[in-house]
């Protein structure tokens, strides 16, 4: 793998997580990588907020073709209420929240129509 990305709840187990996994990446590859052909994955903790946060502006920049190095809205983040937050996640992922919605009916309907069938 060339990334691997910690989630956990706090910044201080996040900075913790991301030291240990370093160190273990680091001694699995001492001694065995003397052509220095192995590069370390990119080792990312977060928070289990900062990793939505981070997928939903990445998701954000892909669809509305943002340049990756844009720092909106995770280097400029403030502390949003439930509205702000639920606004920002419509808006950047209405398409599959709808798909997801259909699809979700479907299968209820589905299972209601066998629940009523003799015999289940």
């Known amino acids: 793998h060339t990334h691997i990305t910690y989630v956990t709840f706090s910044r201080a187990a996040a900075d913790d997580g991301k030291r240990r996994?370093?160190?273990t990446l680091l001694q699995a590859l001492d001694g065995r990588d003397q052509d220095h052909s192995h590069t370390l994955?990119?080792?990312?903790a977060r928070t289990l907020h900062s990793c939505a946060m981070k997928l939903l502006d990445d998701?954000?920049?892909e669809e509305?073709?943002?340049d990756s190095m844009d720092p909106e809205p995770e280097q400029n983040s403030r502390i949003w209420d439930e509205g702000q937050l639920e606004k920002f996640i419509q808006s950047t992922c209405e398409g599959e929240i709808n798909e997801f919605m259909v699809d979700a009916r479907?299968?209820?309907d589905k299972r209601m129509a066998n629940s009523t069938k003799p015999g289940t």
């Not at 994955?41 to 990312?44: A, D, I, N, Y």
């Open 64 to 66: 509305r073709e943002i």
């Open 106 to 108: 479907n299968e209820i």
């Open 21 to 23: 996994i370093s160190e």
């Open 59 to 61: 998701k954000r920049k």
């Open 41 to 44: 994955p990119l080792v990312e």
